[in-house]
């Protein structure tokens, strides 16, 4: 075994046994753990650390007397009214106690468990104004509007509203108009303070708006769901950026903000106001919960001009992050979605979506929309990997050469044995790159389907053949925990041994059948077997018949190349003077390889 492959061999289990350690359980995951059997009881309950907060605000007993004395005070008394607001696409509560919205649920949609999606949970959501009124703070989430109309319900065109009233005086009051469009998924909100202005200190004269949310879980996968969930928000500048995904995490942005998402996996809560939002403070944690994705929490600053009547106008978005949805509503709503950055980020939006949406159009199956996106990439890609295979299969007919070369020169003299390749492949008129550049052109394809099938929403809770959710992961094989490791994936097995074959195929017919190298073509698709195999059933899926295809192409493509051909054509090269004409390639190894022999006889 010679240096570099016994190098090689030592990297490979280095990576093998980082991946173990790296996929160990940490402190963290095992306290969470620890928690799980109290978190469960707390779920039962029906608390979370927002509803533990509202419930502790509520006293047990009431001075009527004191409270009515206080601003707003018949506002601090009073029973909840609810009243509900649908159309097409969603079911809106909004609630009397603090005229805030009490939930939201999603039609046609449904959590992975079959009960109905709800965007916004009841008793897990509070929005609400904060100010100072004669001296004391005022939180209107925590007082009683009177409604001005009953439950609406629209459909196509159609727009209906309904008004919240919250009165200091006949002539001082706070008004929430709450509108609604028959086939959005948006809901209006126009909020008019009219003389409240004249309760406030001059000198402390602002209005702040807060908005917290806790996001329960609606996919099966809560782990990966978790990972794909934080704050979004976009600058007046244009600028959009986000919190961590990964970590708790809580940033005060300097400019002013235009909208601010609490984004879920496949879901997002949007809330876009017209007077830009200043001193914004965000906010994102998990929690040990399983069935807590994590807490959202959000507040700003909004001018409180000094006129008589100040009017606010909003709207939430309350829809899937289904890129074609998002871009519909405008404001760079679509940034939500993670398409890749750099190179893969454009493949996905000016080829892959264009492509996706398409093919949708024919109302197929999305397996065999895969499919038939997967068989379309491989044949624009086709001549690169013919181009690659002819460039391989001159370096297979070489390697006698080569071998030749290496025997004659000796492992003692690398500099030479370099010169004499080059000299070869120059006589030759061989690119020694020409069969990796191919395959390097298509790794940004290969990768950008890394973000875009995880984040693809039109997979979710689609089945085909045996999985019932190309969104997640199909669990053919389930056991305890091992390693973080509690199910097997039969797709990514189909994946990892069409892989494992394709390798093989290549070793037996590139003439790498007796090289120990070989064997790290095998290690590699066994390493991507433990990352994969948590991965959406659909990103395996489609890596499955990348490598199909790719296997199929090589057998073809084996049949139509003759070794003797190309042989006798290289031969004929070597004694053409035009093809033994130096590229600028190899020009420059060669006048590197000069300047390292000069070094070397200096020293």
Not at 104 to 128: A, C, R, W
Not at 180 to 188: D, F, Q, R, T
Not at 490 to 506: A, E, I, P, R, S
Not at 522 to 549: D, H, Q, R, S
């Amino acid at each position: 075994m010679d240096r570099n492959t016994l190098i090689g061999l030592v990297l490979i289990f280095g990576i093998l046994a980082g991946s173990f350690y790296l996929m160990k359980p940490s402190e963290q995951e095992l306290k969470q753990e620890q928690k799980l059997q109290d978190s469960i009881k707390r779920a039962k309950e029906g608390l979370s650390p927002l509803a533990d907060t509202l419930k502790a605000n509520v006293p047990s007993v009431i001075d009527s007397a004191a409270v009515l004395g206080q601003p707003f005070g018949n506002a601090r008394l009073g029973e909840e009214q609810v009243l509900t607001l649908e159309n097409e696409k969603i079911i809106a509560k909004i609630s009397s106690k603090g005229g805030q919205i009490k939930s939201v649920q999603l039609k046609d949609e449904t959590n992975y468990d079959g009960k109905p999606l709800m965007i916004l949970e009841e008793n897990y959501n509070s929005f609400g104004f904060a100010f100072k009124a004669n001296g004391e703070n005022i939180n209107t989430s925590t007082l009683n509007f009177a409604p001005q109309n009953s439950s609406v319900s629209v459909t196509g065109e159609d727009a209906q509203s309904v008004t919240f009233r919250l009165n200091y005086s006949d002539t001082q009051y706070l008004e929430y108009t709450y509108s609604i469009k028959g086939n959005e998924y948006s809901l209006g909100l126009d909020v008019k303070a009219v003389g409240i202005q004249n309760l406030m200190d001059v000198k402390t004269r602002s209005i702040a708006l807060n908005w917290e949310t806790t996001l329960l879980q609606k996919e099966l996968n809560g782990k990966s769901e978790r990972e794909k969930s934080t704050i979004f928000f976009k600058e007046v500048a244009g600028a959009v950026e986000h919190l961590s995904e990964t970590s708790d995490d809580n940033e005060k942005p300097e400019e002013k903000l235009n909208w601010i998402a609490f984004k879920q996996h496949f879901f997002s809560a949007v809330l876009t106001s017209n007077q830009p939002l200043s001193n914004t403070e965000l906010d994102v944690r998990a929690d040990a919960a399983p069935h807590v994705v994590k807490h959202y929490k959000a507040s700003a600053d909004l001018e409180f001009a000094a006129q008589k009547d100040n009017q606010y106008s909003f709207n939430f978005f309350f829809g899937p992050n289904q890129y074609k949805v998002l871009k519909a509503q405008g404001n760079d709503f679509q940034q939500i979605i993670n398409m890749g950055w750099g190179p893969m980020g454009w493949i996905n939006k000016f080829i892959t979506v264009p492509i996706f949406d398409f093919l949708d159009g024919f109302a197929l199956s999305y397996g065999i929309i895969i499919l038939v996106l997967t068989i379309f990439l491989k044949g624009v890609l086709f001549p690169l990997t013919y181009k690659s295979y002819q460039s391989m299969a001159k370096m297979r007919v070489l390697k006698p050469q080569l071998d030749e070369i290496k025997e004659k020169v000796g492992d003692d003299n690398p500099m030479l044995l370099q010169q004499e390749q080059m000299k070869l492949y120059k006589q030759a008129g061989v690119n020694p790159l020409g069969g990796c550049l191919p395959l390097v052109l298509q790794m940004p394809f290969t990768l950008a389907f890394f973000f875009f099938f995880p984040n693809l929403f039109e997979l979710r809770g689609e089945s085909f053949l045996w999985v019932k959710d190309l969104s997640t992961y199909d669990a053919a094989i389930t056991f305890p925990a091992i390693f973080g490791i509690n199910h097997i994936s039969l797709m990514c097995v189909l994946m990892t041994l069409t892989t494992l074959l394709t390798t093989w195929y290549n070793n037996s017919t590139s003439g790498a059948a007796n090289n120990q190298m070989k064997y790290i073509g095998y290690i590699m698709p066994l390493i991507f077997f433990f990352v994969l195999n948590n991965f959406p059933a659909g990103l395996n899926y489609y890596y499955f018949l990348a490598a199909v295809f790719t296997f199929l192409t090589q057998v073809l493509i084996r049949q139509f190349v003759d070794d003797e051909k190309i042989l006798a054509k290289i031969e004929s090269n070597k004694k053409n003077p035009k093809v033994q004409k130096k590229s600028s390639f190899q020009q420059k190894m060669e006048d590197m390889m000069r300047q390292q022999q000069a070094n070397q006889k200096k020293k």
